[in-house]
């Protein structure tokens, strides 16, 4: 049989992203997803399914550009690589049960500016979208670093967008307590939703910034119809 290296990529990201895929549990919740539909969240701890085919290629990018920033930023020079990767867990005990944000900073980049003398947080995003018409950073992008600004007691954050051909645009992030609070509560609703049985609303069908989830990347349209036509009241 000849040399193919798609077969050899393929069983790599099977090997490598194959073991991570395992059912959320109900009470810990990720950052990086929760500015996303919350009913497709919802689905994830209801109805776990294999990620969609290209979704580990994806993966796979996204730690692509990680290393290479990671990269260049230890190597120029006046910066220094504080940490690459970073456990976080916040608990709100004020919940019952309590109710806890989860994560690793694995998106992110801790870096000290030398010559400045600050410690600078960097969350490294890709994109397929002209910069030119990023006028600002996604709103999931800008929920999900709040928790970790926090945690990281970084002078200053950023978030860096990367496209395939290494163009880059980035944009400075301040701590901001309404969207930690708005974080908070996304969580809570899942939550409550979860432990009820009920979905949460269909945000993709409705907020027309996460309209795209429905229509590139959502695994549970099907299902979400279907609860459309039911009244959305019907447990899934
Ligand atoms: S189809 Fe759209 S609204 Fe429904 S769960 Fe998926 S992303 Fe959310």
Redesign the pocket.
């Known amino acids: 049989m000849d040399f193919d290296f798609g077969r050899a990529f393929k069983a790599y990201l099977d090997a490598t992203y194959g073991s991570e895929n395992k059912t959320p549990t109900v009470g810990r919740y990720w950052p990086s997803q929760l500015g996303y539909?919350l009913?497709?969240q919802w689905?994830r701890f209801r109805k776990p399914k294999p990620p969609r085919p290209d979704s580990y290629r994806y993966f796979e990018r996204g730690n692509m550009f990680h290393e290479w920033v990671s990269y260049v930023l230890s190597r120029a020079p006046g910066f220094r690589l504080l940490s690459s990767e970073r456990s976080l867990s916040i608990v709100d005990y004020q919940s019952d049960p309590p109710f806890v944000l989860d994560g690793r900073l694995d998106d992110f980049l801790l870096v000290e500016d030398q010559e400045a003398s600050r410690r600078i947080l960097i969350e490294v995003k890709t994109t397929e979208r002209s910069l030119s018409k990023l006028e600002k950073p996604d709103r999931p992008h800008l929920l999900q670093v709040q928790p970790y600004i926090l945690s990281a007691h970084a002078d200053e954050a950023y978030i860096l967008y990367l496209r395939p051909n290494l163009e880059s645009k980035t944009f400075r992030v301040e701590y901001d307590p309404v969207l930690m609070e708005e974080l908070m509560q996304r969580g809570k609703t899942l939550d409550a939703c979860l432990r009820m049985g009920v979905p949460p609303v269909?945000?993709?069908?409705r907020d027309p910034d996460?309209r795209w989830?429905?229509e590139k990347r959502?695994e549970?349209?099907a299902e979400?119809d279907a609860l459309e036509l039911s009244g959305g009241l019907e447990e899934a």
Do not use: P
């Open positions: 539909c009913r497709r689905f269909a945000e993709g069908k996460l989830e429905c959502c549970y349209r979400c």
